[in-house]
């Protein structure tokens, strides 16, 4: 049985509720049990999430395989009870949803933006989702501090920016996830050099949910062997402090 995707919202409310289109059959072998949950993120994300700038309204028809599903395939690359951080989450993508898709997991929003902290803990608090927490400041400001199985990110930066912040968040023997687009192989080749003076092992390109979505995602993987070591990390801000930008 597919899982139902009414828009929420009033009658004749804003317009871009009434383009998300119908929760595709894989939604179900995907998020198993919490499938009502993803529908119920996706519907979220076509509402509020436009409205309060978190989403294009253009992205509305396309959200489902282009933003949801593509980023809930990358759930097959993470071992499983492991501890992630989600660089850069924005509107949650793709941390809420591999927290949907893999319950498992323990997932950490870092989102420097307080308007997104406060949607993120929001749409954490419709879904149920104990397995996730909301930190707000910039990579940078958590290195040396907080460490992870796996820091994952999804349009934050160039690969070598995304290494420089992501990287220091690394347990030993850790890895970097970051969901990129077709150029990954030129970026990654491109960003060999500085992956090795960062103190990166070993990196890779890959593409997973051949069958889910069309085209597959493609993900970056960089891995370390030993924590790397930081030097004057940034004290965090408060989560209250008002926003730069």
Not at 105 to 131: C, K, M, Q, S
Request: neutral net charge.
């Amino acid at each position: 049985m597919r899982p139902s995707s009414e828009t929420t919202g009033s009658p004749g409310g804003d317009p871009t509720e009434l383009m998300l289109g119908p929760a595709p059959a894989a939604v179900v072998s995907v998020f198993g049990d919490r499938a009502a949950d993803a529908v119920r993120y996706a519907e979220i994300l076509a509402g509020p999430g436009v409205t309060r700038g978190l989403l294009g309204p253009r992205e509305v028809p396309r959200l489902w395989e282009r933003h949801i599903l593509n980023c809930a395939v990358v759930g097959e690359l993470l071992p499983a009870d492991i501890q992630v951080c989600d660089v850069g989450s924005g509107a949650g993508l793709p941390g809420i949803v591999l927290a949907l898709a893999r319950p498992d997991l323990t997932v950490t929003l870092l989102e420097p933006l307080l308007r997104r902290t406060l949607f993120l803990d929001e749409v954490i608090a419709l879904l149920g989702l104990p397995n996730v927490r909301v930190l707000r400041g910039r990579a940078e400001e958590f290195a040396g501090r907080e460490r992870f199985d796996v820091v994952t990110s999804r349009a934050v930066a160039p690969l070598d920016r995304l290494a420089g912040w992501s990287l220091p968040l690394l347990r030993a023997g850790g890895e970097m996830v970051a969901l990129k687009g077709g150029s990954a192989e030129a970026e990654l080749a491109e960003s060999a050099e500085l992956l090795a003076k960062l103190g990166a092992t070993r990196w890779s390109v890959q593409t997973v949910g051949t069958g889910i979505v069309d085209p597959p995602t493609t993900v970056i993987r960089v891995g370390i062997d030993q924590e790397l070591q930081v030097r004057g990390a940034k004290k965090p801000r408060s989560k209250n402090r008002r926003p730069g930008r």
